[in-house]
């Protein structure tokens, strides 16, 4: 083993390096240099044969050989893999995925979430009640006798065993109130039923009821809420108004309108040209009602409000026929996922 | 209702445009539903040219015309021979249109000649009472256009709802009433002065019999009418009410009732026995033919008008055939009276009949005004119809009307409005509505005899905030005590159950919770099963749609069917809904879930890796469900269910109890419901995996990252293939394998080289030490251990 040949290694080595294009040059790189009868391995060997003096010369300078182009085999390996994977290959990229294919909600489901969720924020608690009502929790307790007129405002689905199907979900602020004492806020969601059908009204129908019963709560705050309610689910620049209206279980009552979302207020089909559209009915608690449940007139008063949510949903979709809600047409369900 | 603006402005003073009307009212809490003119709703009436006359001898007194719209020309028949010539410009209906007085317009052929319309006259029209001429106009008017358009007529007609607690607004003069209470338009009085002297003695006898049905009774009586056809000016404002003349007498009646909202009945006076009339409760067995042919049987609830002998009116209700004024009477007794609202309410939904008069009666009518809508039908008798002598009035009004006291202070105003509205608002708004004293701190309230609705303070109140405008009131938040209370776990479970379903790639769906009797039919069901017992409506809107459920499969099938209809041919849908059984009381009601899942799973895509749902996936599904849920739920092959196939079913238990099903859809069934195979189907009672969901909850044991490795050994053997999984599993887990973690199934199989009825399994047992890492020998002990107990136990061959 001579210096000269040390030198030749080493040129041939440094000038092959830079030939080194793929993994399977580099491997016959490494084999031929630093495998068991590589060049620099057997010249490594060679070295017993020369004097102690040359060996740890010659010696290190070998060793220093190896450690470089151990090195620089590393440092071109990444760069080759990396490099490799730069390319682009003949697979179609634009196919569609593989989706995981998640479910989705049913429409009316996500808007009584949404619903319940602005007045769980109010610190409203979420209750229900039977679907299947009595003549009492539905209509008498709330002020509505069997001889009264409004008992026409709600088309109802007698049962052959002499029970109803609850019109509204208002039995549930009785059976609350029976069951509690104030003060109280509750929100109540439900299916509700009334004998009618059409591109508007269907037999089987979702309502909303709320109810707040307190030491000082008013017909001022019950505005409020609402406002507060609307501008959550409809938007900060909604418009709202605020009419008198009628119902047994209210007094004073009203009815909220929001500027039509479909026109913005300018007046069509939707709106029938009034440009407002209204979305729920509300109240201050009727004190024939708060009789029926024991409550003492002169330390609670309280607000009571119900809204329709396919009512709503429609609105807030731009949604024509409520009837594609109980069809289930799985094109219709997945829009809304 | 339907006010007219016409016949409104008669009695208040009209300073704003119809559309601002309506806002007033529509915010007043009387919403205007819309605006409309009754002549555009008769119909295409329009303007036409003559073209051709020619009077076919046949025809005899009419002519035959051909007149054009500027497009089309028609062929028309005319009586009016002799008013006809070519270029005039007439009025003419196309069939299908209606003339003023309720007449249908339609193709006629008279000899062989085909009308394809009619000419208008003035009356016909509804323009002016001329009914002998032919409505012509100016040749200079352009053709083709609406009539009323060409001759400037606009009648917009308010179409108002009118809350039931408003009785006093079911009239033209209640509304001008409102709107002068709402904005101060000038109110002309009503007041129409008799002279005593005028009228004879009333011959006959008025006794009220029931006085708590019945509260007041006015009647007089009028000689020697003539019955006809009513004046111009009635039939048009009827007309725009959208009421059907009837005959002059009967027409008046219902002009008053419209005009002033006070239901008057006209008799036949000779049809009255005895000229007595008694107000008296119905007797059982009594029977009354009505006006409209009816017959019905009365309930000795009813309140009648009978004379000595029988019933002649359902009171406030509906008159019968026999006491009617028809075109013979000659004498007429007119009534007014105030009946009690309930009892007219009650006797309405008895016998199912709805009129004009008992809808105003059940809302209550005023009861002052009876006398004067009694002169007012006088009034409108003398001074329009041929008649010869009119009577003194008879009032029976054993208890007249007292109005309430309402005590109201401002303190309680404020309190509930929740601002502080002003004294003097309060004040006059007080004024305008009734009569006010004040008592300290008290106000007295006596609103007036028509404003029944206002009994209690809170009506006051609403009264305050409607005249202050709702608008107007500030809106606050509440103030009240923080507190929460914690959310119903019922709720949220329903919730957790419908986003797994979600995240298992489920739609949700909601069906009816009424079914068809028919889709309950097509399951198969033994006659003695529970769910054919289902609740029943009364009065359901269809048959399809007639009994309550007591499965969610109905409604899960249908939607299926809905869809595969409408190329919707894979699908996953759940519903989580009450089912209803009868009960004690009202009925039972179970949240249930139910799921549904057909054709393919997932989305085809273009690798071509596709596969139909299978019982695994449902199994698997199921499966999934009770891990999340934390519940031991268990699969028990066969299910029973009748419309499960049997070998692909199992029933669901929890505990002992059973609490579903789950499998494939019979063949027979699934087409029945037009459906596809294979259809999987499960259904689970929520409130009973509620009550083992809440008690679960607190099991939870986390599971840490492993210290030591485990080790794996597998098993195959050749064993029958009867034996199964689930035993040999419960085998094994009864060996109590030390530090064996879990054993996995790897690999099934049947067939070549496997022998007949044996099947060959692989498992693998994974080994693992809580301390240490196993050592090999150890792990060869125990797993050998195992293998000679397994083939032993079950006679397998190693594979
Ligand atoms: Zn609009």
């Known amino acids: ?337 | 209702m339907r006010v007219p603006l016409s016949w409104l402005s008669e009695f208040v003073e009209l300073k704003a445009t119809p559309e601002e009307i309506a806002e007033i009212l529509t915010l007043s809490g009387h919403e205007v539903e819309e605006i409309f003119d009754p002549y555009e709703r008769l119909g295409e009436i329009i303007t036409v040219k003559v073209l051709e006359v020619s009077a076919p001898e046949e025809l005899r007194e009419s002519c035959l015309c051909k007149v054009s719209d500027g497009k089309e020309v028609f062929t028309v028949l005319t009586t009016a021979k002799d008013q006809i010539t070519v270029g005039q410009v007439l009025a003419f209906a196309k069939p299908g249109s209606l003339t003023f007085n309720h007449l249908r317009i339609d193709y006629k052929t008279v000899k062989g000649y085909r009308s394809e319309g009619c000419l208008l006259s003035p009356f016909e029209a509804g323009i002016s009472p001329e009914k002998n001429r032919l409505l012509i106009l100016d040749e200079r008017v352009e053709v083709g256009r609406s009539l009323y358009e060409v001759l400037g007529i606009k009648e917009p007609v308010l179409e108002i709802a009118i809350t039931p607690n408003r009785g006093d607004l079911l009239s033209i003069y209640g509304i001008a009433r409102e709107l002068h209470l709402i904005t101060g338009w000038e109110l002309k009085p009503l007041l129409i002065e008799e002279k005593k002297e005028a009228h004879f003695t009333f011959p006959g006898k008025i006794v009220i019999e029931d006085e708590e049905r019945c509260y007041r009774y006015a009647g007089r009586l009028i000689k020697g009418v003539k019955v006809e056809e009513s004046p111009f000016f009635i039939l048009k404002r009827l007309f725009l009410c959208g009421q059907r003349p009837i005959n002059n007498i009967v027409d008046i009646t219902n002009y008053v009732l419209l005009e002033l909202g006070q239901p008057l009945h006209a008799f036949d006076w000779h049809k009255i026995r005895g000229g007595e009339i008694l107000v008296r409760r119905a007797k059982k067995g009594e029977r009354l033919l009505f006006l409209d042919g009816r017959e019905v049987e009365l309930h000795p609830e009813d309140l009648v008008i009978a004379d000595r002998e029988r019933p002649l009116v359902l009171a406030g209700i509906l008159g019968g055939e026999e006491s009617a004024v028809e075109e013979h009477t000659g004498d007429v007794f007119l009534e007014s009276a105030w009946f009690n609202s309930k009892s007219i309410r009650l006797s309405t939904q008895r016998h199912r009949i709805t009129t004009e008069s008992s809808y105003r009666f059940e809302r209550k009518i005023d009861p002052e005004g009876v006398l004067l809508a009694l002169k007012r039908a006088t009034q409108l008798i003398g001074e329009h119809l041929c008649f010869q002598a009119i009577s003194e009035i008879v009032d029976v009004y054993p208890k007249p009307y007292e109005a309430p006291s309402i005590y109201i202070s401002l303190k309680q105003i404020r309190k509930l409005l929740g601002f502080e509205v002003a004294l003097e608002k309060v004040e006059n708004i007080l004024q305008r509505l009734g009569e006010v004293r004040t008592k300290g701190e008290i106000y007295e309230v006596k609103p007036p005899s028509f404003r029944q609705d206002l009994t209690l303070p809170e009506d006051i109140v609403e009264e305050i905030a409607r005249l202050y405008g709702y608008e107007q009131i500030p809106m606050t938040f509440p103030k009240a005590e923080l507190f929460s209370s914690k959310p119903r776990p019922d709720l949220l479970f329903s919730k957790k159950i419908k986003e797994i379903f979600r995240s298992f790639g489920f739609f949700e769906v909601i069906t009816y919770s009424f079914i068809n009797p028919e889709s309950l039919s097509k399951l198969n069901l033994n006659p003695q099963d529970r769910r054919l017992k289902a609740i029943a409506l009364d009065n359901p809107i269809s048959s399809a749609l007639s009994i309550m459920r007591t499965t969610l499969l109905p409604g899960l099938l249908e939607t299926a069917r809905f869809n595969l209809h409408r190329e919707v041919d894979n699908l996953r849908i759940f519903e989580v809904g009450k089912i209803f059984y009868p009960a004690e009381g009202l009925a039972e009601e179970r949240e249930t879930l139910g799921f549904l899942l057909m054709g393919r799973k997932g989305e085809a895509l273009w690798d071509g890796k596709e596969a139909k749902h299978d019982l695994f996936d449902l199994k698997g599904i199921l499966e999934e469900l009770a891990l999340i849920l934390r519940v031991p739920l268990k699969f028990k092959p066969f299910s029973k269910e009748p419309f499960l196939k049997t070998g692909l079913s199992f029933d669901i238990y929890l505990e002992d109890q059973k609490i579903g099903f789950a499998g494939a859809m019979k063949k027979i069934i699934v087409e029945e419901f037009e459906l596809k195979e294979p259809l999987w189907i499960a259904e689970l009672d929520l409130d009973a995996l509620l009550v083992c969901y809440l008690k679960t909850q607190t099991t939870l044991t986390p599971r840490k990252p492993p210290k030591f490795p485990s080790t794996f050994r597998d098993i195959s053997c050749i064993l029958d293939k009867f034996i199964y999984y689930e035993t040999i599993r419960d085998f094994l887990f009864q060996l109590q394998i030390p530090y064996l973690e879990r054993v996995e199934i790897v690999a099934l199989y049947e067939g070549e080289p496997i022998p007949q009825g044996k099947k060959s399994i692989s498992l693998r047992f994974w080994y693992r030490a809580e301390d240490r890492t196993l050592k090999d020998e150890e792990v060869e002990k125990i797993h050998e251990e195992v293998a000679k107990r397994l083939f032993e136990h079950f006679r397998a061959k190693p594979r």
């Open chain 1, 1 to 337: 083993m001579q210096r000269e040949e040390l030198q030749r290694i080493k040129e041939e080595a440094l000038k092959e390096l830079e030939t080194l294009k793929d993994p399977i040059q580099l491997e016959n790189f490494r084999v031929k240099f630093l495998g068991k009868k590589g060049k620099i391995t057997q010249a490594l060997r060679g070295l017993k044969e020369l004097s102690l003096e040359e060996r740890r010369e010659l010696g290190s300078e070998l060793n220093q050989l190896k450690e470089y182009l151990e090195f620089e085999i590393e440092k071109k390996r990444r760069e080759i893999l990396l490099s490799e994977e730069e390319k682009i290959l003949d697979l179609d990229l634009t196919l569609p995925g593989r989706r995981p294919f998640l479910g989705g909600l049913h429409p009316l489901t996500q808007v009584i979430e949404e619903v319940c969720e602005v007045f769980t924020r109010l610190g409203f608690e979420i209750v229900t009640g039977p679907e299947i009502e009595s003549e009492y929790y539905n209509f008498t307790a709330l002020n509505i006798p069997e001889w009264h007129p409004a008992r026409d405002m709600q088309a109802t689905f007698y049962l052959q065993n002499g029970a109803l199907l609850r019109t509204h979900t208002s039995p549930i602020q009785i059976r609350t109130m029976l069951e509690r004492k104030p003060p109280l806020r509750i929100i109540a969601p439900g299916k509700v039923y009334r004998c009618d059908a059409d591109v508007r009204h269907s037999p089987m129908f979702h309502q909303i009821e709320g109810l707040m019963v307190d030491g000082e709560v008013s017909f001022a705050d019950l505005k409020g809420v609402l406002a507060y309610f609307a501008r959550e689910i409809f938007g900060e620049k909604t418009k709202l108004r605020f009419r008198p209206s009628y119902f047994p279980f209210t007094e004073p009552s009203l009815e909220m309108d929001i500027g039509c979302v479909m026109c913005e207020g300018k007046g069509c089909r939707v709106c029938g040209q009034t440009g407002w559209i209204e979305i729920l009915g509300a109240g201050m608690v009727h004190p024939e009602v708060f009789k029926a449940v024991n409550y003492d007139i002169t330390q609670w008063q309280g607000f009571a409000f119900g809204l329709g949510i396919e009512r709503i949903t429609m609105l807030k979709y731009g949604i024509d026929d409520i009837r594609l809600f109980f069809d289930n047409h799985l094109y219709f369900l997945e829009s809304f996922k």
